[in-house]
């Protein structure tokens, strides 16, 4: 049973920047592809980037030049750089599988608020 743990979430002003990362356990990480998923407070959990296991990323427009994907394969994880955040970035933000889900971590919460 894969397991992902998110980290780096924060209170953030607008303008400012967080590092995202996600770990996960088990032995196929390095064959998929990965998204970062975003949950707004009461709406739907939305893919907001994603990335394939040789390196291509795909972005929200809503994200694209403000948002970088990554990926480390030797480690596991999956970061997303965010910069100049804004309002409407906040929410609860996971990794996970774009189809097929592993189970859902518990995500980290980004508040972007002066």
């Known amino acids: 049973q894969v397991q992902l743990v998110e980290s780096g979430g924060g209170l953030v002003q607008p303008g400012g920047s967080l590092r995202l990362s996600c770990v996960a356990s088990?032995?196929?990480?390095?064959?998929?592809?990965m998204g970062w998923y975003r949950q707004a407070p009461g709406e739907e959990r939305v893919l907001v980037a994603s990335?394939?296991?040789?390196?291509?990323?795909n972005y929200q427009d809503s994200v694209k030049g403000r948002f970088t994907i990554s990926r480390d394969n030797a480690k596991n994880t999956v970061y997303l750089q965010m910069n100049n955040l804004k309002s409407e970035d906040t929410g609860v933000y996971y990794c996970?599988?774009?189809?097929?889900?592993?189970?859902w971590g518990p995500g980290t919460t980004v508040t972007v608020s002066s």
């Open positions: 990335i394939s296991s040789g390196g291509y990323r």
């Open positions: 996970n599988l774009l189809a097929n889900w592993w189970p």
């Open positions: 088990g032995s196929l990480f390095s064959i998929v592809a």
